[in-house]
């Protein structure tokens, strides 16, 4: 079956650089969302998307911006990093028209800022 | 404290056991109970969704919710070495309109010795 697809799947960056992540949600999935997962946590929830429209917000910093395309993609933009930007950065995505809950993961794309 | 409170072990058992993994959580909105499984810098991986109270079974998983002790868990019945892996319950409530977030607790590290 499919699944959800993240690129890159590991990206460096310099402090102060632009970074930018993508994701392909399971066909027919409708919802996206974006966490952030450190060294040793769990994920904390950034922001998701409904049918193309921003859904709910979390601890997402005011240099991140994200947004979902026509064709359910999301983007996840990334400015003026900082050391503390490393991290994995998964999408998951959910059938929210079929009144499902259940979230699937990619295999996530880790950032790492130097 | 966190809404959603998990032992962050080690559990280390021998091959064969049965093991019970726990979560408990304080936001009474939570009614959307899930397990994933993740392997060491993977994504995580949908084991078991659950919505009321009472136990569902999947294979050697069954999952039991308790919704009046705010009490959830997983139990794995002969443990293999290949579930090793850390263990991550996670919830969400039901708000309409909204794609809603998991919360997390902070994952469980199971080894399944030889």
């Known amino acids: 079956a499919a699944g959800v697809i993240q690129s890159p799947r590991h990206l460096i960056k310099e402090k102060r650089e632009t970074a930018t992540l993508k994701c392909y949600p399971i066909?027919?999935?409708?919802?996206v969302y974006w966490y952030q997962q450190g060294p040793g946590q769990d994920p904390q929830f950034l922001i998701s998307f409904y049918e193309k429209m921003q859904s709910d917000k979390g601890s997402i910093p005011d240099r991140f911006s994200a947004q979902q395309f026509s064709d359910y993609h999301s983007e996840l933009n990334m400015s003026s990093l900082e050391l503390g930007d490393s991290a994995l950065y998964f999408c998951?995505?959910?059938?929210?028209?079929?009144?499902?809950?259940?979230?699937?993961f990619g295999p996530g794309t880790r950032l790492t800022v130097t | 404290q966190k809404e959603v409170e998990q032992d962050p072990g080690p559990l280390s058992v021998p091959e064969g056991a049965i093991v019970s993994l726990n979560c408990t959580y304080s936001n009474s909105a939570f009614q959307y109970f899930m397990w994933y499984r993740q392997y060491s810098r993977k994504g995580p991986e949908l084991l078991m969704y659950?919505?009321?109270?009472g136990n569902k079974e999947d294979g050697r998983f069954t999952a039991q919710v308790d919704k009046s002790s705010k009490y959830i868990s997983l139990f794995i019945r002969d443990s293999q070495p290949s579930d090793s892996a850390t263990y991550l319950c996670a919830m969400s409530a039901n708000l309409p309109g909204t794609a809603s977030k998991l919360t997390f607790g902070t994952g469980t590290r199971l080894q399944v010795t030889l």
């Open positions: 659950t919505y009321s109270s």
């Open positions: 066909p027919r999935h409708d919802t």
């Open positions: 998951a995505s959910s059938s929210n028209w079929e009144g499902s809950h259940e979230q699937y």
